[in-house]
């Protein structure tokens, strides 16, 4: 799926950056296709803007934000506020500020530690992540990186139980145990939760992620996707009664990158397992998912008929997202648009 080409998904939201990396001023971030600029204006609420002065040009995450908290250009001062309005003119003080001087807004909140951003009218609002605020749950900023893959292929991935014997062989994947567990499928119209139990590896490097010091431990996931690009891993050992909830946004930058905003809800204290070695764990394991996700062909159609055919339980998820995409598309009158495989990229 070309991201940039289906225009539906420009009616979700997305989570960009962390709220902190405002701190430093104005940032730009590209989000399908659509070069915006992002900044904290007074009160800490965050603003979305397109990264373009309608002066001459000049990228506004070049600019700086005023004392009234609106967004300057850095090359000649116009001001802009947080509608795109233009309200200031440095070389024409008191003069009259014309209708036309405008720049695309965007509709833009805080959540989660994120900047979350619609482009477009949203179909839906952002998703409520239940964990946030709740009694006994400290939130984990993890990862924010760029991966040169598709966000569909990273969702696909996030459901699919069957790569950990190879993909993660080398900490949690049994790689003597490849069958995949069943999940059970709970659909709704705007994505699904999907349920299993896995039995995992549990080195001793993951007592204190598991709570648990036995060779071989189970996680038992209530995983659920939220159309168009997040997810929630929502792990819990039963064995200790922790939980390891994970939630992913594979925000899409364009065609062939994605931006990864990784954090983790867990219900146990800082003394049990500090944020480093949280952190420290998940590293290996996000890398090694980036690695041979960007070693795929990954915005080439699937073939669907050919996956069915193979039984694949852990290509179900994927599939069962890639129909329901496909229908939404269909809903706003689009068509899935994508390479052939094996298109020389
Ligand atoms: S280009 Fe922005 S003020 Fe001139
Ligand atoms: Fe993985």
Not at 101 to 117: D, L, N, P, T
Request: glycine share 6%; proline share 7%.
């Amino acid at each position: 799926m070309l991201v940039t080409q289906q225009k539906v998904l420009r009616r979700f939201w997305y989570a960009t950056m962390p709220v902190s990396m405002l701190d430093d001023g104005p940032q730009p971030f590209k989000l399908l296709g659509e070069s915006i600029v992002l900044w904290k204006g007074n009160g800490g609420k965050p603003h979305a803007l397109r990264d373009r002065c309608c002066h001459r040009t000049a990228k506004l995450s070049k600019g700086f934000v005023d004392d009234e908290g609106n967004i300057a250009c850095g090359y000649h001062g116009w001001t802009y506020d947080c509608s795109g309005k233009c309200v200031k003119i440095p070389q024409n003080p008191g003069g009259q500020i014309p209708s036309s001087a405008i720049v695309q807004s965007y509709r833009c909140e805080e959540r989660y530690g994120y900047v979350w951003v619609a482009l477009e009218e949203p179909l839906q609002p952002i998703p409520e992540f239940p964990e946030e605020g709740a009694p006994g749950y400290r939130r984990i900023l993890q990862f924010y990186e760029k991966w040169n893959t598709s966000p569909l292929r990273m969702m696909e991935n996030s459901f699919d139980n069957s790569h950990f014997s190879f993909v993660h062989k080398s900490n949690f994947g049994l790689f003597t145990n490849p069958q995949p567990s069943k999940y059970e499928f709970r659909p709704n119209e705007w994505g699904f939760e999907a349920e299993t139990h896995v039995p995992v590896r549990n080195p001793p490097a993951s007592f204190r992620i598991t709570g648990t010091t036995e060779d071989v431990t189970e996680r038992h996931l209530v995983n659920r996707w939220y159309m168009p690009f997040s997810r929630r891993f929502g792990c819990q050992y039963p064995a200790s009664g922790v939980h390891h909830i994970i939630y992913n946004c594979a925000t899409p930058i364009d065609d062939s990158t994605m931006m990864l905003a990784q954090w983790l809800y867990r219900n146990d204290s800082e003394q049990a397992c500090s944020t480093q070695e949280l952190v420290d764990w998940d590293r290996p394991i996000t890398d090694e998912d980036r690695d041979i996700l960007e070693a795929t062909d990954y915005d080439a159609c699937i073939d669907i008929q050919r996956q069915q055919e193979c039984h694949m339980e852990s290509d179900k998820p994927g599939l069962l997202m890639r129909r329901m995409l496909v229908k939404l598309l269909a809903d706003h009158g689009e068509r899935e648009v994508f390479r052939e495989p094996d298109e020389v990229r």
